[in-house]
């Protein structure tokens, strides 16, 4: 019979000590912030304990997966997103004008989540079967296999969701070697065909872009958001208005403040003070990430943890800065602290290939 101290080697067997200790320092600011976020409210704190319980649950089973279980499920968890993705577009539930959400019964799904995940993964599973051979057919093939769930997914719509997945599977394309001659070409013909993407755009995202131009346009409808998040966030000054202090958000003036615009009601209770060390917090983890990438052994646990970080790093930047009126309203959480469970869980899957590539040194080929 094991003793407890033999447990607890094999329970920490894969976990990578390091990004634990801060993946879970974030966690505690979400718990700490979001009882002051929520008025009180030990329901919602007690909810989002439990949807970090379920995550760090599917960490654990993630990080003790060997790589090449990794690599074989590439395939089949894309292909099946991909079939959850039409299924939506054909007979999804329809909320706030939206059609992101497929009933499978005993629960209500959101399949553009998953993609999170199946994307970067199938990219690199791809890159790995053609490393030796890598031609620009390649990353045609590549491009093709990002651009299907992404156009899918902004058509639902969901520019948020859309953007995170287009940066995820960019960041693979990036590490694949694509040509830097390639890279500036995509920018410009993307600029050349603004005109027409803006058309395609629904009326409530262009708005969200005119308001990050000039919110004051309409200060009590599009802009407001925008505003209330910038006068939370400045208003913290050096030190900060105190815990549970912060009069935008217990005033009722912050919008989605335990969720998209949680960051503001950190930046206003915290100030300039508490947002160093968050952001400290932020920069640890991309780095450990980093140092997980570097030493990776092969080139799908390159391009897989290389997409994990920077898609985190991703999510982290895009909220602040929507946050801080640098960006528009996407509705992209900040990572580990604002509330929500799929978010969460899709996060902490990914941390779990980190920790997998990280401790499990040899992959074996398929």
């Given at each position: ?54 995550a ?20 089949p ?22 059609r ?76 694949a ?116 990438t ?25 909220n ?24 969460m ?22």
């Amino acid at each position: 019979m094991m003793n407890k101290k033999e447990l607890q080697r094999r329970f920490m067997a894969h976990l990578d000590p390091v990004l634990l200790l801060a993946i879970g320092l974030l966690m505690l600011v979400s718990l700490v912030l979001l009882f002051s976020a929520s008025d009180g409210n030990w329901m919602r704190v007690l909810g989002q304990f439990i949807n970090i319980l379920v995550a760090f649950a599917a960490m654990w089973m993630v990080a003790n997966m060997p790589l090449h279980y990794l690599m074989r499920s590439a395939v089949p968890i894309y292909i099946l997103g991909m079939v959850l993705l039409v299924c939506v577009a054909l007979f999804g539930d329809i909320s706030h004008g939206a059609r992101r959400w497929l009933n499978i019964g005993v629960a209500t799904i959101q399949p553009s989540e998953l993609m999170k995940i199946a994307v970067p993964l199938m990219m690199a599973w791809y890159f790995e079967k053609h490393e030796a051979t890598l031609t620009l057919k390649n990353y045609f093939v590549a491009a093709l296999l990002l651009l299907l769930p992404v156009a899918l997914i902004a058509r639902q719509p969901d520019l948020g969701t859309s953007v995170l997945i287009g940066a995820s599977g960019f960041y693979v394309l990036f590490l694949a070697g694509l040509s830097w001659r390639i890279m500036l070409g995509m920018v410009v013909v993307a600029a050349a065909s603004a005109p027409f993407l803006w058309s395609m755009l629904h009326d409530y995202q262009r708005h969200r872009i005119l308001m990050l131009l000039d919110p004051s346009q309409d200060a009590l409808g599009k802009g407001y958001h925008t505003i209330q998040g910038m006068i939370a966030v400045g208003s913290g000054g050096i030190l900060g208005k105190g815990y549970m202090d912060g009069t935008q958000t217990h005033l009722d003036f912050l919008p989605e403040r335990t969720t998209d615009f949680i960051f503001a009601v950190w930046s206003e209770e915290f100030g300039f003070i508490g947002n160093v060390i968050l952001l400290g917090l932020f920069i640890f983890v991309i780095g450990r990430g980093f140092v997980i990438t570097a030493n990776a052994s092969t080139y799908f646990t390159r391009l897989m943890a290389g997409s994990i970080t920077l898609t985190f790093f991703t999510y982290a930047f895009v909220n602040m800065g929507m946050v801080s009126g640098i960006l528009p309203v996407v509705g992209v959480p900040l990572p580990l602290v604002s509330y929500g469970g799929t978010s969460m869980l899709t996060l902490l899957l990914g941390f779990g290939m980190l920790m997998s590539i990280h401790t499990h040194k040899q992959l074996v080929k398929t």
